[in-house]
Nanobody, 115 residues
């Protein structure tokens, strides 16, 4: 079984920063896709940042220039650095990984941006 465990969420003021972590059981090298999704209340889950095993990265237009996805293969962990946070970023953030055996989701971590 594959487990993804997110951490790092919390309450921050507008303009603040958070770094989310997604720790995977097993090597993340086995996944050809990893990314971060968000789901705000009453809205559908959407992709905000991702990269593949080929090292390409992609970002939603709403977070370009503010969020950065990175990984540490030795720690089997993917990160999402979130800067210049806005109230509109408030959501549950989910880690997602996909490999040859299918896709996997973490349970999510809450990010709340409020003054």
């Amino acid at each position: 079984q594959v487990q993804l465990v997110e951490s790092g969420g919390g309450l921050v003021q507008p303009g603040g920063s958070l770094r989310l972590s997604c720790a995977a059981s097993g090597s993340i090298f086995t996944f050809y896709f990893m990314g971060w999704y968000c789901q705000a209340p009453g809205k559908q889950r959407e992709l905000v940042a991702s990269f593949t095993s080929g090292s390409s990265t992609d970002y939603a237009d709403s977070v370009k220039g503010r969020f950065t996805i990175s990984r540490d293969n030795a720690k089997n962990t993917v990160y999402l650095q979130m800067n210049s946070l806005k109230p509109e970023d408030t959501a549950i953030y989910y880690c997602h990984a996909r490999g040859r055996n299918g896709g996997y989701w973490g349970q999510g971590t809450q990010v709340t941006v409020s003054s």
